[in-house]
């Protein structure tokens, strides 16, 4: 990644630290927010079931009342008189009844009410007649039909209904209204109404706080304010109608101030139903909680603070020594292992680091050894460009032949070390052309030829095509050498022959050093085995060993020297590969 | 850990909801009971079994006790079809047609159980049949003078009870029939024993005054036939048998198992067996099979010789 656009910002600590404790303070904030919510939520909840239980008595209070209304509204339409007077207003169109039939059945409507909770009842007559338990037919009760709920129930086909609050003589009533039917045949025959006082439903909810009983379409039947009668409660109230489906429910109220909730329970018996209003004041509540909900996230960021500095410290140390130990190394010291102390994923990354910092050491000392020898053989090969001593026998050669008059000679000496130096010195090129190189090696070979003159002969076979190929320079010289120092000389063979080839086959170039100088098989061995212990810092074979290494440190693959024992000939055979430029990659 | 999380997340959800199956799953429903009275033991065991039966087939049952009053069974039959019950067991009236209908109409079973509702609609009536009692403790009688007075008049005294036109006077004209049959017996007697203790003993008072020698008294159930007793007793008569129709009762059935002298022979109406016949109608109606519509039960007539074939020691312990 280039530097530019690397972040700086907090260390990886601090980075922790600030984690930890955001992780932290996340469960600390949802649990107060959870817990404010469902504070208030249940605190509701638990203020909406007591509302409820207490709206549940008033309605058992209401069921006791309402029950004798009932019952004399059923009373009535099992009294033979009625069922009688009735069944000839039905069947008879010009039925009129007399005074007395009046008085008769205001004296049985009458013996039916033997509480003074019902005002009156009312029976009316297939063909509009009414009777009554009263005196009079009250104002507004002439004719019943002329009122909607009236209408309604008769048209649902109902036994029985509950009729809107009506006022008769400045006093509420609530109407009970039943069908009258023949027990035998089941003909409808007219219907009775039965009044009750709808103060005698006040005085069971009073002392319980704003009550309403409704209508099943929530019409007010009773209320504490009875100019509330006949409203519909849930319009007051701005309440959804959807609370009517229910058996039991809540609602928020609007237009009565700030949190004032309505409970709803429909009556299980066949009844009106019933609806409180109740405020509910949470605010020391809430603020309790905030409170508490703020200490405890107080301490717990506290608590959260400390635990995410000891982690995060606990966590970065073992980081921070793999940094040290990568400075360590930066500044060369590789052999300064981590010790880890558990098995957990910093474990294994100082034991990976512990291997790679191992092997990275085992390389570097491999890298330092192979560049040792490839110092000591340039220091060879330069060696080998100036020897002093062969400079200095080459001179004293000039010098005596000239002293013995062959100048031709001294010439011609002098003509090849000129070439020789020139080759060698070629402005610290490696790679010199294979023209060159046997240049150099017929140089060497003219100066030693005049130097032991008529020890050895020697023949240079060289396919003409590789001459411009390239090689390493100075690997045939060394070999030449040691084939005319330790093959023929220290032998004291008399005919020397030294014979080089050079070739190419198979994309290499293979030249070749034949001498018959007298190296028996088994130090042919030796010679070769000197030649595989790179490792060896031992005297013996320095020029070849050299000449096998500069060309295995240069080429890749299995190039360099070998020796073999080819009937009397001792072979140096080297291989590199075909170089038709200057370079080798 | 993903898994492992994924698998509490899994066992917290279907916990709760195996729960809320479970709770929701102990009971099927809600039946109604209509209850006559509870002032006899026929009613407080019947009631009892009510509720067991009830329970064992999985259903709650609430109970409304209507003192035999009209207006209260109707309001009771109207409260529970605004309630929304599976089904309602009621005992049986004419008065409760409108009603039972509406309840039918709204899609709620009625099982009608000792004595029964003239409507159609009405799912099943489930009763004892009052003309097999009376005949049957008629027919006991019979035998009784054809073995032990043969040859003697026997006047014979009914206390009836005329407000149960249904069952009581069914029982009383069966018994009736069969006493005609009898050559040498006479019903001298019948009046309304009000099927209380106490008015069944001013009334026999009464018939006795008229009528000393009557050998047979008869009422429509065991209390009424008790207040007979009373009366014999009061004035120290012991050669009147006294027999009754739709006993019932640890009292009647001691009578008979101490074999005593003058009470001699009951039907006994077993209410467990009426209890079950109404539950399991009920429970088939709300099921949707098929229900038979006359439920008529036997009242069969025990006396000191047969008394030990029932198994009433349960009934009487389970209370």
Known sequence: MPNGSIKRGYSLRRQLMLRFMAISLIPVVVVGVFSLWSTSYFGLQEKVATETADVHTVIALLNTELMYVREAGIKTQYIELVQQVLERERTDAGFQPDENERHRMRAELMATLSENKVHSIYVYGMRGNVYTSQPTVLLGYEKISAYDWYREGVASGRNYFWGEPVRLNSVWVLPYVRRITDPTNRILLGYSVTNLYESILTSSYISHGDVYVLSDDGTILSASDKSEIGQNFYEANGISGALLDGRTGYANVRGKGPRTYAVFSRNTFANPSLAKLFVYNNSQIIDNMLIMTGVTSASCIVVCAFLSAYLSKRFVRPLRKIRETVDRMRLGELSAPMHPRTDDEIGMLMDSFNNMSARLQASLEEIQRINEMRRRAEYRAIELQINPHFLYNTLSLIIYLADAGEADKVKQVSSALSTLFRISVNRGRELVRIAEEISHLRCYMDILSVRHQGEFKYVLDVDPAILEYYTIKIILQPLVENAIQHGIRDNMIADGFIRVTAHAENGRVIFEIMDNGDIPASRIEEMNAALRDYGSAQNFGIGMRNVDSRIRMFFKGDYGLSYQKRGEFTVAHIEIPVLEEDRYV | ?319
């Open chain 2, 1 to 319: 850990m993903k898994k492992i999380l994924t698998l509490l997340l899994i066992v917290s959800l279907l916990v709760p909801a195996a729960l809320i199956a479970t709770a929701s799953a102990e009971t099927k429903g809600t039946i109604g009971l209509v209850l006559g009275y509870r002032r006899d033991e026929f009613y407080m065991d019947l009631e009892s079994r009510f509720l067991s039966a009830a329970q064992e087939a999985g259903y709650e049952l609430l109970v409304t006790d209507t003192d035999f009053d009209i207006a209260r069974s109707v309001a009771a039959i109207e409260d529970y079809t605004s309630m929304g019950v599976d089904a309602i067991l009621s005992w049986g009236s004419a008065q409760f047609v409108s009603a039972i209908e509406a309840a039918v109409a709204a899609g709620i079973p009625v099982v009608c159980y000792d004595g029964s509702t003239p409507s159609e609609l009405v799912t099943a009536n489930v009763t004892y049949d009052p003309i097999d009692d009376g005949n049957a403790i008629g027919l006991w009688v019979k035998a009784y003078i054809e073995k032990n007075w043969p040859d003697e008049e026997v006047e014979v005294a009914i206390l009836d009870f005329p407000a149960s036109s249904e069952i009581c006077v069914g029982r009383t004209n069966a018994f009736k029939a069969v006493i005609e049959t009898i050559p040498n017996a006479k019903i001298v007697a019948q009046m309304d024993g009000k099927a209380s203790r106490a008015d069944s003993m001013a009334a026999a008072e009464t018939i006795l005054e008229a009528h000393p020698n009557v050998r047979v008294a008869y009422g429509i159930n065991f209390d009424t036939v008790a207040g007979f007793y009373a009366a014999l007793e009061g004035r120290g008569k012991t050669d009147c048998i006294c027999v009754s129709s739709g006993s019932w009762g640890e009292e009647a059935i001691n009578f008979l198992v101490e074999d005593h002298p003058q009470y001699k022979a009951f039907t006994l109406m077993n209410p467990w067996d009426m209890a079950d016949a109404s539950v399991q109608a009920a429970v088939d109606a709300i099921e949707g099979k098929e229900v038979v519509y006359n439920q008529a039960m036997i009242a069969k007539t025990y006396d000191a010789s047969n008394i030990s074939e029932l198994d009433y020691k349960l009934i009487i312990e389970s209370r």
